[in-house]
């Protein structure tokens, strides 16, 4: 899949995935999922065999990512599944026509682990709103992360973000206070609160990078949100 490109991530302003596109790409309109960042390409690979009625398009910017998923899709033989190289942000902010998308999946985004680089993270007030413009009513928004801190600003974004509605069904613990890397012990004698969070979402299968997460100790915390 390829689109014109405006910078080296970014598509053109003029392009639009729209009906007309997504027919000529996919060879149908079914329902359209969204992952940001494909990793080596195991869960998109995972999916697009899994649930055979919708539509994959992975967003990833890094060439050896992009290879690995290629590699998986073709050896699946599968047909729903795309992928393409730009950013996230940019692909949002102008490719998606209002109420185009079904679902997006953000599977352990960078948490930028240093405070001086916590604004450089994906989810935010201005890309929350992006996403729910993308979303058709009632599309969710499926996170995952091994970071307690960045799990934090997902809770600060999306609970008070007014377009979503935290769908969550167990409550996990977490420390009220922002830290990164070289201050973590900090979060251990910081008051705690309680937040809404999901289950593990049966669609997501178990990468080699969560494997390896878990195994080092690292706690998944899970989101699901629902456009309203």
Not at 28 to 49: D, H, M, R, T, Y
Not at 122 to 148: E, K
Not at 161 to 189: C, D, I, T
Not at 210 to 228: L, N, Q, S, T, V
Request: proline share 5%.
């Amino acid at each position: 899949m390829k689109i014109p490109e405006k910078g080296k991530f970014s598509p053109a302003p003029s392009f639009r995935l729209g009906a007309f596109e997504r027919k000529e790409i996919w060879g149908n309109l079914n329902p359209l999922v969204i992952e940001i960042g494909s990793g080596q390409g195991e869960q998109i690979a995972f999916a697009s065999k899994r649930f055979k009625n919708l539509d994959f398009l992975a967003l990833e910017v890094f060439p050896q990512g992009i290879a690995h998923t290629i590699r998986r899709l073709k050896a699946l033989g599968v047909e729903n599944a795309r992928i393409l190289q730009a950013d996230a942000f940019s692909f949002f902010s102008t490719a998606l026509p209002a109420g185009s998308v079904f679902e997006v999946w953000t599977f352990f985004p960078d948490p930028w682990p240093k405070t001086k680089h916590h604004k450089r993270r994906l989810i935010s007030s201005a890309f929350a709103s992006l996403v729910a413009l993308a979303l058709c009513s009632g599309g969710r928004w499926r996170i995952a992360t091994d970071d307690s801190d960045y799990a934090l600003q997902i809770h600060e974004v999306l609970d008070s973000a007014p377009e979503f509605k935290n769908m969550g069904s167990v409550y996990n613990e977490l420390a009220l206070l922002h830290v990164g890397k070289g201050n973590r012990h900090l979060q251990a004698s910081a008051p705690k609160g309680k937040f809404l969070q999901a289950e593990r979402f049966e669609g997501r299968t178990l990468t080699s990078f969560e494997k390896k997460g878990i195994e080092a100790g690292r706690k998944i915390y899970d989101f699901d949100y629902k456009k309203i």
